[in-house]
């Protein structure tokens, strides 16, 4: 039994060896990559197909010059980082299942156009702004009604990189638009964004996931029972199931909050407007839209939407810690005051690096090294006009050893 013992531990010393040599093998190789590789790795990660030789040497000379962001700013300049990597990045904010492979639509394109020309992001969620193909290159028109416009330019394989081909507008002045531009509000007044998450229901999905793709939180992660439940609607019922201990506990958690904030949606729906005409945003200023008034028997007594008033009930107890701008207004009417509250909070610009950092990184941050990076990449993403496209080079340069 001695001798038999003796030998498992000699077996498991030599294995620790081993695995000791390899990661110490491993360490050095990424130690020792020199700056053709790790351009290359920059290049991989961004793209994901390799790059020409004259690209390589410009990044390998920058990374040699120490200045990795520069190298990762010339990968950035391939087709393939707008036509695949932001399509697969942005595409699952357009739609209720999170699901990268749906088409190409007017929400996704107006993100993948801000980036490139490098517009404050902050601006995704308020400003009178969405991109369509150039007249040349798509011979259909953009629809209020339909998203063929888009289909066509996915098809075509339009490069989404070149100005002359993707290019800028305002949403109040496409043809049959029905938004002045005060009305807008970025992409949650793009068709798309309509379609998703204001067609039916009660228009608190377009909250939800609104704070699920610009705060990196869902209603669970918000949950607060501290929360006045004065606007929690009349379709809510007080005692689910016969037991109000079920709404004190649970229900108040999110509707407290959610309700409120999702009152800023309350003129707008998603529906035809003539019937066989197609579906469409659809806004009565000034007009609630009856599904946010349904099933008020459910509980008669609860909150009546009369406008579109909303308020941030979250700006106090544990979600005060979202970094709220309290230089705003706490509540405002209509959803384009409602954008800048939510874009102009300390978790909107942190959630847009995490989100950079797992499709970049390949892994959600970890360690406190990475952390640290995030926390860093954040302050560099405020400081600097809220540029997308540096935080994708900052994270790649981060990255590069991995």
Same mark, same amino acid.
């Given at each position: 039994m001695k001798h038999t013992h003796g030998k498992c531990e000699s077996q498991n010393a030599n294995l620790a060896r081993s695995v000791l040599a390899i990661v110490l093998a491993v360490s050095t190789s990424l130690a020792i990559a020199g700056p053709r590789d790790q351009a290359k790795r920059i290049h991989d990660r961004?793209?994901? @197909?390799?790059?020409?030789?004259? @690209?390589?040497?410009?990044?390998?000379?920058?990374?040699a010059a120490g200045n990795s962001v520069g190298a990762a700013m010339d990968a950035m300049t391939n087709p393939t980082f707008y036509?695949?990597?932001?399509?697969?990045?942005?595409?699952?904010?357009?739609?209720?299942?999170? !699901?990268?492979?749906?088409?190409?639509?007017?929400?996704?394109?107006?993100?993948?156009?801000?980036?490139?020309?490098?517009?404050?992001?902050?601006?995704?969620?308020?400003?009178?702004?969405?991109?369509?193909?150039?007249?040349? *290159?798509?011979?259909?028109?953009?629809?209020?009604?339909d998203n063929e416009h888009y289909k066509q330019i996915e098809s075509l394989r339009i490069d989404m990189s070149n100005p002359s081909n993707l290019i800028r507008t305002t949403q109040s002045s496409l043809p049959g638009a029905i938004l002045a531009s005060g009305d807008t509000a970025g992409v949650m007044t793009s068709r798309a964004f309509g379609e998703a998450f204001?067609?039916?229901?009660?228009?608190?999905?377009?909250?939800?996931?609104?704070?699920?793709?610009?705060?990196?939180?869902?209603?669970?992660?918000?949950?607060? @029972?501290?929360?006045?439940?004065?606007?929690?609607?009349?379709?809510?019922?007080?005692?689910?199931?016969?037991?109000? !201990?079920?709404?004190?506990?649970?229900?108040v958690g999110c509707h407290s909050g959610m309700d409120p904030l999702a009152q800023a949606f309350a003129y707008y729906d998603f529906a035809e407007m003539t019937q066989g005409a197609g579906e469409q945003i659809i806004h009565t200023p000034g007009i609630v839209q009856p599904k946010n008034l349904i099933n008020a028997g459910n509980f008669p007594?609860?909150? @009546?939407?009369?406008?579109?008033?909303?308020?941030?009930?979250?700006?106090?107890?544990?979600?005060?810690?979202?970094?709220?701008? !309290?230089?705003?207004?706490?509540?405002?009417?209509?959803?384009?005051?409602?954008?800048?509250?939510?874009?102009?909070?300390?978790?909107?610009?942190?959630?847009?690096? *995490?989100?950079?950092?797992?499709?970049?990184?390949?892994?959600?941050?970890?360690?406190?090294?990475? *952390?640290?990076?995030?926390?860093?990449?954040?302050?560099?993403?405020?400081?600097?006009?809220?540029?997308?496209?540096?935080?994708?080079?900052e994270t790649a340069a981060y990255c590069k050893g991995e």
């Open positions: 961004l793209v994901g @197909v390799p790059p020409s030789e004259a @690209v390589l040497s410009s990044m390998a000379d920058k990374i036509n695949s990597t932001l399509k697969n990045f942005v595409t699952p904010w357009t739609n209720d299942t999170s !699901t990268q492979f749906a088409e190409l639509n007017d929400y996704t394109a107006t993100v993948i156009g801000m980036i490139r020309d490098d517009v404050p992001f902050n601006q995704v969620l308020t400003e009178d702004i969405v991109y369509i193909g150039a007249g040349a *290159q798509s011979t259909v028109a953009y629809s209020q009604t204001l067609k039916m229901g009660t228009n608190r999905r377009a909250i939800r996931f609104t704070f699920m793709n610009y705060m990196c939180r869902d209603m669970e992660d918000m949950h607060d @029972v501290t929360r006045t439940p004065d606007r929690i609607r009349q379709d809510v019922s007080r005692s689910p199931g016969g037991d109000s !201990t079920i709404f004190l506990n649970q229900c007594p609860g909150f @009546v939407v009369s406008n579109d008033r909303w308020d941030n009930y979250w700006r106090q107890g544990p979600n005060s810690s979202m970094g709220w701008n !309290t230089s705003l207004p706490a509540g405002g009417n209509g959803i384009k005051s409602l954008g800048r509250e939510i874009a102009s909070s300390a978790a909107f610009a942190q959630c847009q690096v *995490q989100k950079v950092f797992k499709s970049v990184c390949l892994r959600d941050p970890a360690s406190a090294a990475d *952390q640290n990076e995030v926390h860093r990449i954040t302050g560099v993403f405020s400081a600097n006009n809220y540029s997308m496209k540096r935080v994708f080079a």
